[in-house]
């Protein structure tokens, strides 16, 4: 079986123009046999857990992942009925309930502050950077909420609440850039400390909060990053509490990761070590939610940008990793690096992308300016 395993996965990486143990860059170096057999039985999530575990080691994993999603490599190798059964489950009931919901930040998000302030930089921002006129990673991220206070006028006095608001580096930009009192809400404990420390003296609230438990009015309601943790039985219900909370003359920013093909669960590695329960919505899945809820003023897809992040935050990562090795140890290490650099790869083959949504409740009155 090991033979024939080799032979299929062999041929499969082929098509790809991915060789095992070539000289190229992307190409796979495999040093534990069983990584074949892996491949075959549970697909990417075999591929993965063999990389973290020391089978297999590539000089530029964004490049063989870049090459891996061309080819559609992850469809052709679904894995088993372990995958099968999750994908079921996916279906049959909602995996992002409030009490469930909370488990990516007691996996993910509350990994760290320092960890995470090392890799993000002093932006402290864990979403798509805006590469417009520099090629630097910190400035981009400035840019990049420059550009959400911009598309959502933003100016002295309004109240913005801030959804799923990370370590408060938008909710305090909102605030010292553009005046407005803002309301934060996350569901990690780490990013609240953080957030409530980082934003002191200004006008923001950062709470330790579901989004569906907001009350109040604002005049505008931003989300960046946050709805690839809502999962698809809840969207409509996450439009639903933006509309009711936002100020009928409002304008609503909802910026998010897509997949270019509507699903109901996300990559089996992705769900297990890095993001539980999460997914990636589909442009027809972000409107469908918001149909009759919002008028769509305008969609900005900037996903390129989002290699050029990844690549930015491996290069954070791999320069301070040897202070944070002791702690979280080599396994940790190759996951991440296996996370960050897979996921560069897979936004270079533009299968996933970055969209930015605003919407409106009613319209607005002479047309919405699209701001770039």
């Known amino acids: 079986m090991s033979a024939r395993a080799r032979e299929i996965v062999t041929e499969l990486l082929a098509g790809a123009d991915i060789r095992t143990d070539g000289a190229r860059a992307w190409d796979l170096h495999v040093h534990d046999e069983r990584f074949y057999g892996r491949v075959l039985a549970s697909g990417t999530l075999g591929f993965g857990e063999s990389y973290i575990e020391g089978g297999w080691d590539c000089e530029a994993i964004d490049e063989m992942a870049d090459r891996a999603a061309r080819a559609h490599l992850d469809e052709r190798v679904r894995g088993n009925l372990v995958n099968g059964w999750a994908s079921a489950v996916a279906r049959l009931s909602n995996q992002q309930t409030m009490r469930r919901a909370r488990r990516v930040a007691r996996v993910h998000y509350d990994l760290g502050n320092e960890f995470f302030a090392a890799m993000l930089g002093p932006t402290m921002q864990y979403s798509c950077a805006y590469f417009r006129g520099t ?11 420059d550009l959400i206070c911009r598309k959502l006028g933003l100016r002295p006095g309004l109240r913005l609440l801030d959804i799923g608001c990370g370590w408060g580096g938008l909710a305090r930009h909102a605030a010292t850039a553009h005046g407005c009192t803002v309301l934060g809400v996350t569901i990690s404990s780490e990013q609240q400390a953080f957030a409530t420390e980082w ?174």
């Open 135 to 145: 090629d630097d990673l910190d400035e981009a991220q400035r840019r990049k909420m």
């Open 199 to 372: 934003c002191r003296g200004l006008p923001v609230e950062i709470r330790l909060q579901d989004y569906r438990q907001v009350t109040g009015e604002f005049d505008r309601v931003v989300s960046v990053g946050m709805l690839e943790h809502v999962g698809y039985r809840n969207y409509r219900e996450f439009m639903e509490v933006a509309a009711r909370v936002l100020h009928p003359e409002g304008l609503f920013l909802c910026h998010s990761i897509g997949g270019q093909v509507s699903r109901v669960r996300t990559d089996p590695w992705i769900e297990r070590y890095i993001f539980p329960r999460s997914l990636l919505p589909s442009p027809a899945q972000v409107t469908r939610a918001a149909e009759a809820l919002f008028v769509l003023e305008d969609v900005h897809n900037f996903g390129a940008d989002y290699d050029r992040t990844l690549l930015g935050w491996a290069r954070n990562f791999e320069a301070t990793w040897p202070q944070f090795a002791p702690r979280y140890g080599e396994r940790f290490g190759r996951m991440w690096r296996y996370y960050l650099l897979g996921c560069a790869g897979s936004f270079r083959a533009r299968t996933i992308d970055l969209f930015q949504f605003v919407f409106s409740k009613r319209g607005v009155p002479g047309g919405y300016t699209s701001v770039r």
